[in-house]
Protein backbone atom coordinates (compact mmCIF):
# COMPACT_ATOMS: atom_id res chain seq x y z
CA UNK A 1 0.00 0.00 0.00
CA UNK A 2 2.58 2.34 1.08
CA UNK A 3 4.39 1.89 -2.27
CA UNK A 4 0.88 1.88 -4.10
CA UNK A 5 1.38 5.55 -2.52
CA UNK A 6 4.91 6.50 -3.40
CA UNK A 7 4.03 5.49 -6.79
CA UNK A 8 1.11 7.68 -7.61
CA UNK A 9 2.49 10.86 -5.97
CA UNK A 10 5.61 10.02 -8.46
CA UNK A 11 2.81 10.37 -11.00
CA UNK A 12 0.85 13.60 -9.29
CA UNK A 13 4.67 15.61 -9.43
CA UNK A 14 5.21 14.31 -12.85
CA UNK A 15 8.20 11.95 -12.30
CA UNK A 16 6.80 9.68 -15.35
CA UNK A 17 7.08 12.76 -17.84
CA UNK A 18 10.41 13.61 -16.39
CA UNK A 19 11.78 9.93 -16.96
CA UNK A 20 10.12 9.24 -19.89
CA UNK A 21 12.05 12.49 -21.70
CA UNK A 22 15.27 11.76 -19.62
CA UNK A 23 15.35 8.44 -21.29
CA UNK A 24 14.42 10.25 -25.05
CA UNK A 25 17.64 12.63 -24.22
CA UNK A 26 19.89 9.59 -23.67
CA UNK A 27 18.89 7.44 -26.18
CA UNK A 28 19.21 10.81 -28.90
CA UNK A 29 22.98 11.74 -27.30
CA UNK A 30 24.10 8.42 -27.65
CA UNK A 31 22.36 7.76 -31.36
CA UNK A 32 23.42 10.96 -32.74
CA UNK A 33 27.05 10.46 -31.08
CA UNK A 34 27.27 7.11 -33.18
CA UNK A 35 25.49 7.71 -36.49
CA UNK A 36 26.37 11.71 -36.80
CA UNK A 37 29.86 11.48 -35.26
CA UNK A 38 28.89 14.50 -33.38
CA UNK A 39 30.58 15.49 -30.10
CA UNK A 40 27.65 17.15 -28.12
CA UNK A 41 24.32 16.44 -29.59
CA UNK A 42 22.92 19.33 -27.80
CA UNK A 43 19.69 20.36 -30.31
CA UNK A 44 18.72 16.53 -30.42
CA UNK A 45 18.45 15.76 -26.72
CA UNK A 46 16.77 19.38 -26.12
CA UNK A 47 13.94 18.44 -28.91
CA UNK A 48 13.59 15.13 -26.90
CA UNK A 49 13.50 16.63 -23.68
CA UNK A 50 10.79 19.37 -25.05
CA UNK A 51 8.19 17.62 -26.73
CA UNK A 52 7.49 15.11 -24.38
CA UNK A 53 4.11 15.45 -22.80
CA UNK A 54 1.69 13.15 -20.46
CA UNK A 55 -0.27 11.54 -23.17
CA UNK A 56 0.39 10.15 -26.18
CA UNK A 57 -1.74 13.01 -28.19
CA UNK A 58 0.04 15.89 -26.69
CA UNK A 59 3.70 14.22 -27.40
CA UNK A 60 2.48 14.04 -30.93
CA UNK A 61 0.93 17.27 -31.18
CA UNK A 62 3.75 19.13 -29.51
CA UNK A 63 5.99 17.58 -31.84
CA UNK A 64 4.81 18.33 -34.91
CA UNK A 65 4.91 21.98 -33.56
CA UNK A 66 8.30 22.01 -32.77
CA UNK A 67 8.79 20.58 -36.05
CA UNK A 68 6.96 23.28 -37.78
CA UNK A 69 8.86 25.71 -35.94
CA UNK A 70 12.49 24.99 -36.67
CA UNK A 71 11.33 24.33 -40.29
CA UNK A 72 9.79 27.72 -40.69
CA UNK A 73 13.12 29.07 -39.13
CA UNK A 74 15.07 27.43 -42.03
CA UNK A 75 13.43 28.45 -44.06
CA UNK A 76 13.51 32.29 -43.29
CA UNK A 77 16.90 31.77 -42.71
CA UNK A 78 18.46 29.97 -45.76
CA UNK A 79 17.31 33.39 -47.72
CA UNK A 80 17.76 36.00 -46.12
CA UNK A 81 21.78 34.42 -45.22
CA UNK A 82 22.42 33.74 -49.17
CA UNK A 83 20.70 36.74 -51.10
CA UNK A 84 20.41 39.89 -48.67
CA UNK A 85 23.58 42.47 -48.00
CA UNK A 86 24.92 43.39 -46.14
CA UNK A 87 24.94 41.10 -43.16
CA UNK A 88 23.52 42.96 -40.64
CA UNK A 89 20.81 44.08 -42.87
CA UNK A 90 20.01 39.97 -43.61
CA UNK A 91 20.18 39.33 -39.85
CA UNK A 92 17.49 42.11 -39.39
CA UNK A 93 15.03 40.73 -41.87
CA UNK A 94 15.77 37.33 -40.50
CA UNK A 95 15.07 38.52 -37.12
CA UNK A 96 12.10 40.25 -38.00
CA UNK A 97 10.23 37.62 -40.02
CA UNK A 98 10.83 34.78 -37.91
CA UNK A 99 9.68 36.72 -34.55
CA UNK A 100 6.87 37.85 -36.55
CA UNK A 101 5.92 34.18 -37.23
CA UNK A 102 6.34 33.11 -33.80
CA UNK A 103 3.86 36.20 -32.77
CA UNK A 104 1.13 34.32 -34.36
CA UNK A 105 0.41 32.04 -32.02
CA UNK A 106 -0.34 29.39 -34.21
CA UNK A 107 2.53 27.31 -32.56
CA UNK A 108 1.82 28.05 -29.31
CA UNK A 109 4.92 28.76 -26.79
CA UNK A 110 6.70 26.07 -29.68
CA UNK A 111 6.63 29.37 -31.69
CA UNK A 112 10.33 30.23 -29.71
CA UNK A 113 11.92 27.61 -32.04
CA UNK A 114 10.90 29.46 -35.13
CA UNK A 115 13.59 32.43 -34.04
CA UNK A 116 15.89 30.39 -32.48
CA UNK A 117 16.44 28.34 -35.35
CA UNK A 118 16.30 30.68 -37.47
CA UNK A 119 18.93 32.89 -35.77
CA UNK A 120 21.27 29.73 -35.84
CA UNK A 121 20.99 28.50 -39.23
CA UNK A 122 21.76 32.23 -40.42
CA UNK A 123 24.64 32.36 -38.42
CA UNK A 124 25.73 28.68 -39.81
CA UNK A 125 24.91 29.65 -43.54
CA UNK A 126 26.46 32.88 -43.53
CA UNK A 127 29.64 31.07 -42.12
CA UNK A 128 29.89 28.75 -44.79
CA UNK A 129 29.00 26.00 -42.31
CA UNK A 130 26.20 23.93 -44.39
CA UNK A 131 27.67 20.96 -43.32
CA UNK A 132 26.61 21.84 -39.26
CA UNK A 133 22.98 23.12 -40.81
CA UNK A 134 22.33 19.42 -42.04
CA UNK A 135 23.98 17.61 -38.77
CA UNK A 136 21.67 20.01 -36.57
CA UNK A 137 18.74 19.52 -38.31
CA UNK A 138 19.67 15.48 -38.43
CA UNK A 139 19.69 16.06 -34.16
CA UNK A 140 16.65 17.54 -34.42
CA UNK A 141 15.03 15.02 -36.44
CA UNK A 142 16.21 12.21 -34.28
CA UNK A 143 15.12 14.11 -31.24
CA UNK A 144 11.72 14.04 -32.23
CA UNK A 145 11.99 10.72 -33.08
CA UNK A 146 12.70 9.34 -29.61
CA UNK A 147 10.77 11.62 -28.07
CA UNK A 148 7.41 10.49 -29.65
CA UNK A 149 8.68 6.84 -29.37
CA UNK A 150 9.35 7.26 -25.61
CA UNK A 151 6.40 8.91 -25.28
CA UNK A 152 3.73 6.45 -26.82
CA UNK A 153 5.60 3.31 -25.26
CA UNK A 154 7.11 4.17 -22.29
CA UNK A 155 3.97 3.40 -19.93
CA UNK A 156 2.23 6.30 -21.28
CA UNK A 157 -0.40 7.67 -18.77
CA UNK A 158 -4.11 6.81 -18.37
CA UNK A 159 -5.89 9.45 -16.63
CA UNK A 160 -8.81 7.62 -15.77
CA UNK A 161 -9.14 7.17 -12.16
CA UNK A 162 -8.60 11.33 -11.56
CA UNK A 163 -11.52 11.85 -14.05
CA UNK A 164 -13.55 9.22 -11.52
CA UNK A 165 -12.65 10.92 -8.31
CA UNK A 166 -13.73 14.24 -10.40
CA UNK A 167 -16.96 12.76 -11.09
CA UNK A 168 -17.33 11.60 -8.26
CA UNK A 169 -16.63 15.10 -6.46
CA UNK A 170 -19.41 16.98 -8.89
CA UNK A 171 -21.78 14.17 -8.41
CA UNK A 172 -21.93 14.08 -4.87
CA UNK A 173 -21.93 18.34 -4.84
CA UNK A 174 -24.79 18.19 -6.76
CA UNK A 175 -26.77 15.45 -4.36
CA UNK A 176 -25.85 17.51 -1.52
CA UNK A 177 -27.06 20.90 -3.14
CA UNK A 178 -30.65 19.22 -4.27
CA UNK A 179 -30.51 17.93 -0.98
CA UNK A 180 -29.79 21.16 0.85
CA UNK A 181 -32.75 23.17 -1.52
CA UNK A 182 -35.16 20.34 0.05
CA UNK A 183 -34.41 21.32 3.32
CA UNK A 184 -34.26 25.14 2.66
CA UNK A 185 -37.79 24.47 1.35
CA UNK A 186 -38.90 22.35 3.71
CA UNK A 187 -37.73 24.85 7.07
CA UNK A 188 -38.66 28.04 5.08
CA UNK A 189 -35.11 29.07 5.13
CA UNK A 190 -33.15 30.42 1.89
CA UNK A 191 -31.06 28.25 0.56
CA UNK A 192 -27.77 30.60 1.05
CA UNK A 193 -28.37 30.40 4.19
CA UNK A 194 -28.68 26.42 4.56
CA UNK A 195 -26.13 25.59 1.94
CA UNK A 196 -23.55 28.82 2.43
CA UNK A 197 -22.89 32.06 0.27
CA UNK A 198 -20.53 30.02 -1.84
CA UNK A 199 -22.07 27.03 -2.70
CA UNK A 200 -22.88 28.10 -6.54
CA UNK A 201 -19.41 28.82 -6.91
CA UNK A 202 -18.31 25.37 -5.35
CA UNK A 203 -20.70 23.75 -7.81
CA UNK A 204 -19.44 25.89 -11.04
CA UNK A 205 -15.27 24.72 -9.93
CA UNK A 206 -16.52 21.25 -9.25
CA UNK A 207 -18.22 21.29 -12.87
CA UNK A 208 -14.66 22.91 -14.51
CA UNK A 209 -12.33 20.37 -12.59
CA UNK A 210 -14.62 17.36 -13.66
CA UNK A 211 -14.39 18.89 -17.60
CA UNK A 212 -11.23 18.89 -17.67
CA UNK A 213 -10.32 15.56 -15.48
CA UNK A 214 -12.37 13.78 -18.16
CA UNK A 215 -11.24 15.59 -21.50
CA UNK A 216 -7.66 14.74 -19.88
CA UNK A 217 -8.72 11.16 -19.21
CA UNK A 218 -9.82 10.75 -22.85
CA UNK A 219 -7.41 12.16 -24.18
CA UNK A 220 -4.84 9.76 -22.42
CA UNK A 221 -6.97 6.95 -23.51
CA UNK A 222 -6.01 8.01 -27.28
CA UNK A 223 -3.36 6.19 -28.92
CA UNK A 224 -2.39 4.70 -26.41
CA UNK A 225 -0.97 0.82 -26.28
CA UNK A 226 -0.97 0.02 -22.62
CA UNK A 227 -3.48 -2.62 -21.96
CA UNK A 228 -4.98 -0.99 -19.71
CA UNK A 229 -6.01 1.48 -21.97
CA UNK A 230 -7.77 -0.65 -24.30
CA UNK A 231 -9.76 -2.19 -21.15
CA UNK A 232 -10.72 1.10 -19.90
CA UNK A 233 -11.20 2.74 -23.56
CA UNK A 234 -15.43 2.92 -22.91
CA UNK A 235 -15.39 3.25 -19.56
CA UNK A 236 -15.65 7.12 -19.03
CA UNK A 237 -19.11 8.65 -21.00
CA UNK A 238 -19.29 11.61 -21.53
CA UNK A 239 -23.08 11.56 -21.32
CA UNK A 240 -22.65 11.61 -17.15
CA UNK A 241 -21.10 13.93 -17.38
CA UNK A 242 -23.46 16.24 -19.70
CA UNK A 243 -26.02 15.10 -17.17
CA UNK A 244 -24.34 15.97 -14.06
CA UNK A 245 -23.59 19.91 -15.64
CA UNK A 246 -27.42 19.83 -16.77
CA UNK A 247 -29.03 19.31 -13.29
CA UNK A 248 -25.87 21.24 -11.83
CA UNK A 249 -27.13 24.28 -13.88
CA UNK A 250 -30.93 23.66 -13.28
CA UNK A 251 -30.40 23.42 -9.12
CA UNK A 252 -28.18 26.85 -9.16
CA UNK A 253 -31.76 28.59 -10.85
CA UNK A 254 -33.58 26.90 -8.68
CA UNK A 255 -31.65 28.11 -5.53
CA UNK A 256 -31.44 31.88 -7.27
CA UNK A 257 -34.95 31.71 -7.72
CA UNK A 258 -35.64 30.76 -4.13
CA UNK A 259 -33.38 33.66 -2.82
CA UNK A 260 -34.78 36.28 -4.56
CA UNK A 261 -38.55 34.97 -3.89
CA UNK A 262 -38.67 34.89 -0.47
CA UNK A 263 -41.83 33.33 -0.35
CA UNK A 264 -41.43 30.93 -2.20
CA UNK A 265 -39.78 29.66 1.31
CA UNK A 266 -42.36 31.26 3.32
CA UNK A 267 -46.30 31.21 3.71
CA UNK A 268 -49.19 28.62 3.66
CA UNK A 269 -50.66 27.37 0.99
CA UNK A 270 -54.36 26.81 1.03
CA UNK A 271 -55.86 23.20 2.66
CA UNK A 272 -56.86 20.70 0.68
CA UNK A 273 -60.03 19.56 -0.69
CA UNK A 274 -61.07 16.84 2.21
CA UNK A 275 -61.70 12.87 1.00
CA UNK A 276 -65.00 11.37 1.02
CA UNK A 277 -65.78 10.50 4.70
CA UNK A 278 -63.40 13.00 6.32
CA UNK A 279 -63.29 16.04 7.99
CA UNK A 280 -62.03 19.23 6.78
CA UNK A 281 -58.96 20.25 8.43
CA UNK A 282 -58.53 23.51 10.13
CA UNK A 283 -57.80 26.92 8.87
CA UNK A 284 -53.97 27.47 8.23
CA UNK A 285 -53.70 24.10 8.57
CA UNK A 286 -50.51 23.39 5.74
CA UNK A 287 -50.74 21.19 3.11
CA UNK A 288 -48.40 17.85 2.52
CA UNK A 289 -45.03 19.29 0.95
CA UNK A 290 -44.54 16.84 -2.07
CA UNK A 291 -41.88 19.43 -3.93
CA UNK A 292 -39.22 19.29 -1.03
CA UNK A 293 -39.67 15.07 -0.95
CA UNK A 294 -39.43 15.28 -4.98
CA UNK A 295 -35.73 17.24 -4.38
CA UNK A 296 -34.56 14.66 -1.88
CA UNK A 297 -35.61 11.93 -4.31
CA UNK A 298 -33.66 13.79 -7.40
CA UNK A 299 -30.59 14.17 -5.30
CA UNK A 300 -30.90 10.42 -4.72
CA UNK A 301 -31.26 9.58 -8.49
CA UNK A 302 -27.84 11.98 -9.00
CA UNK A 303 -25.84 10.17 -6.47
CA UNK A 304 -26.63 6.55 -8.50
CA UNK A 305 -26.17 8.41 -11.82
CA UNK A 306 -23.02 6.36 -13.21
CA UNK A 307 -23.96 5.63 -16.28
CA UNK A 308 -26.00 2.44 -15.97
CA UNK A 309 -29.79 2.29 -15.01
CA UNK A 310 -31.79 4.77 -13.41
CA UNK A 311 -32.14 4.35 -10.26
CA UNK A 312 -35.78 2.94 -9.53
CA UNK A 313 -37.30 5.77 -7.23
CA UNK A 314 -37.25 7.76 -10.70
CA UNK A 315 -40.76 6.95 -12.38
CA UNK A 316 -42.64 7.58 -9.35
CA UNK A 317 -40.69 10.45 -8.87
CA UNK A 318 -41.44 11.78 -12.49
CA UNK A 319 -45.33 10.52 -11.94
CA UNK A 320 -45.64 12.70 -9.03
CA UNK A 321 -44.19 15.12 -10.64
CA UNK A 322 -46.42 15.16 -13.21
CA UNK A 323 -49.86 15.58 -10.76
CA UNK A 324 -47.91 17.60 -8.20
CA UNK A 325 -49.63 21.20 -10.47
CA UNK A 326 -53.20 19.03 -10.79
CA UNK A 327 -53.88 17.40 -7.64
CA UNK A 328 -55.59 20.45 -5.78
CA UNK A 329 -56.21 22.93 -8.46
CA UNK A 330 -53.43 25.19 -6.68
CA UNK A 331 -49.39 25.44 -6.51
CA UNK A 332 -47.69 22.88 -4.45
CA UNK A 333 -46.29 23.95 -1.44
CA UNK A 334 -43.17 25.61 -1.66
CA UNK A 335 -43.29 26.66 -4.71
CA UNK A 336 -45.13 29.63 -4.35
CA UNK A 337 -46.85 29.56 -7.57
CA UNK A 338 -43.79 29.82 -9.56
CA UNK A 339 -44.43 26.87 -12.30
CA UNK A 340 -40.48 27.87 -13.18
CA UNK A 341 -39.30 25.94 -10.05
CA UNK A 342 -41.38 22.84 -11.30
CA UNK A 343 -40.11 22.98 -14.91
CA UNK A 344 -36.51 22.94 -13.13
CA UNK A 345 -37.02 20.17 -11.04
CA UNK A 346 -39.31 18.13 -14.24
CA UNK A 347 -35.85 19.06 -16.41
CA UNK A 348 -33.96 17.65 -13.67
CA UNK A 349 -35.96 14.42 -13.81
CA UNK A 350 -36.03 13.93 -17.09
CA UNK A 351 -32.51 14.29 -17.47
CA UNK A 352 -31.89 11.62 -15.26
CA UNK A 353 -33.97 9.50 -16.51
CA UNK A 354 -32.52 9.80 -20.28
CA UNK A 355 -31.35 5.92 -21.68
CA UNK A 356 -27.74 5.01 -20.56
CA UNK A 357 -25.55 4.66 -23.72
CA UNK A 358 -24.81 1.20 -25.18
CA UNK A 359 -21.26 -0.21 -25.36
CA UNK A 360 -19.98 -0.39 -28.68
CA UNK A 361 -20.58 -3.65 -30.90
CA UNK A 362 -17.69 -5.72 -31.11
CA UNK A 363 -16.43 -6.04 -35.40
CA UNK A 364 -17.66 -9.33 -36.74
CA UNK A 365 -15.01 -11.97 -37.44
CA UNK A 366 -15.88 -14.80 -40.05
CA UNK A 367 -14.35 -17.06 -37.69
CA UNK A 368 -16.36 -16.01 -34.60
CA UNK A 369 -18.54 -19.10 -35.29
CA UNK A 370 -15.82 -21.64 -35.34
CA UNK A 371 -14.67 -20.03 -31.98
CA UNK A 372 -18.17 -20.04 -30.06
CA UNK A 373 -18.96 -23.68 -31.73
CA UNK A 374 -19.38 -26.67 -29.53
CA UNK A 375 -17.35 -29.22 -29.67
CA UNK A 376 -17.93 -32.09 -31.39
Not at 110 to 125: E, F, Q, R, S
Not at 214 to 242: F, Q
Request: charged content about 20%.
Amino acid sequence: MHGTRLSARFRHLGGAEAARAAVAAGLTWQTCTALLHTSAPYAGAVAAVLIVETTVVGTAGAALRYAAGCLLGVLVAVPGALYVEPATAGLGLVAFASVLLARQGFLGHYGLHVPTTALLTYAMVRGRHSGEVVSHLAEIVLGIAFGLACGALLFPAVRVRSAERALDDLRLLTARSLDGLAAAVARHERPRDLLGPTWQDDLDRALERARGAVEEAHESLRWNVRPTARRRRWHLDRRVLRTLTEVAHRAAATGRLLDAHPAATTGETAPSAPAAGESAPGAGTPRTEPYPRLLRTAALCVYSCRGGRPHPALPAARHALARLDTADGGPPAGTAGDPRLLEHLGAVLDRLAAPAPAPPARPHHPSARHRLSPRR
